[in-house]
């Protein structure tokens, strides 16, 4: 076993986790101190998020390295494409926080609203095993939208199922990956 696949085993674990979590706080605390002199006080909150999201990338990149290897596909092969895809956006989006071409950061509002959400995602990691993925993803699609006070429903029925046939038939059925099922499925 590589030494990334025992590191990625280890992030795996409850101790592992708490260590990203308390490595991401650290960071994110190295980061406002490192934006004040580098970023215009206009892009901190950005520089933040975008930071935390790289950090985040390379820990699920380390991750992938635990994944079992059954053929020339591994299972890790879904997920780099996604990291890849996502540093390279996280790249771009700080090339032009640097060179000033960003939108500024809103002022200052309230928390309430992203605390909704990511209680919102909790319910669906929560109800997924019950609901399955489908039919939970799909629920939770509409929910977002709404709650982001998007109310076209063709689009938003649209953009649910078309979602969701792209997981079905991208990853259920080529590439094998499972979802899972939820008790109503299994009834």
């Excluded at 020339?72 to 956006?89: D, Y």
């Excluded at 609203?113 to 019950?130: E, S």
Aim: glycine fraction near 8%; aromatic fraction near 18%.
């Amino acid at each position: 076993m590589s030494f990334l696949a025992k590191i990625g085993n280890f992030l795996n674990t409850p101790n592992g986790l708490l260590l990203v979590l308390l490595m991401l706080i650290g960071i994110l605390i190295l980061g406002a101190l490192i934006a004040r002199k580098v970023v215009s006080k206009y892009y901190k909150g950005q520089f933040l998020t975008l930071l935390a999201l790289i950090y985040l990338s390379l820990i699920f990149f380390i991750i992938t390295y635990s994944f079992r290897k059954a053929g020339k596909v591994t299972a890790a092969v879904v997920p780099r494409l996604w990291i890849f895809g996502l540093l390279g956006c996280c790249i771009y989006l700080l090339m032009n926080i640097f060179r000033g071409n960003e939108s500024k950061d809103p002022e200052g509002g309230s928390l309430i609203k992203p605390l909704v959400y990511i209680g919102m995602c909790l319910i669906y990691i929560i109800l997924m095993p019950f609901l399955g993925f489908f039919i939970a993803s799909f629920i939770f699609l509409i929910t977002s939208f709404l709650f982001l006070n998007y109310h076209r429903w063709r689009v938003i029925f649209l953009i649910s199922i078309a979602w969701i046939a792209f997981n079905y038939f991208i990853f259920y059925k080529l590439f094998y990956v499972s979802f899972p099922q939820g008790v109503i499925i299994n009834i």
